[in-house]
């Protein structure tokens, strides 16, 4: 059974730091696309960024320079480290894996999810 697991969310201050991990079971993701997406109270979900089996990534434009995608395939985990937070970054965030490759276009198409981790960033 596939299962992702996030962990690594909580409350920090505007300016602090997070790094979100995503441990991922029930087969290797090695030559999966691996990604994280938010989901902010009152709005729809938003893909926040992406990295395919060779270590391409991608990144939605408000998070450019502040966040990193990273994967440690030997482990099953992908990783977000989010810099510089700002109060607009709150949400709860979630791990996803595709088994297709990324783009843009498809960027919410992700087959398997995470339950989520949630991130407050204060004022």
């Known amino acids: 059974q596939v299962q992702l697991v996030e962990s690594g969310g909580g409350s920090v201050q505007a300016g602090g730091s997070l790094r979100l991990s995503c441990a991922a079971s029930g087969r290797s993701f090695s030559t999966y696309t691996m990604g994280w997406s938010r989901q902010a109270p009152g709005k729809e979900r938003e893909f926040v960024a992406a990295?395919?089996?060779?270590?391409?990534?991608y990144y939605v434009d408000s998070v450019k320079g502040r966040f990193t995608i990273s994967r440690d395939s030997a482990k099953n985990t992908v990783y977000l480290q989010m810099n510089s937070l700002k109060p607009e970054d709150t949400a709860v965030y979630y791990c996803?894996?595709?088994?297709?490759?990324?783009?843009?276009?498809?960027?919410?198409?992700?087959?398997?999810w995470g339950q989520g981790t949630q991130v407050t960033v204060s004022s």
């Open positions: 996803a894996a595709d088994g297709k490759p990324f783009t843009m276009a498809t960027r919410a198409d992700f087959h398997f």
């Open positions: 990295i395919s089996w060779s270590g391409g990534t």
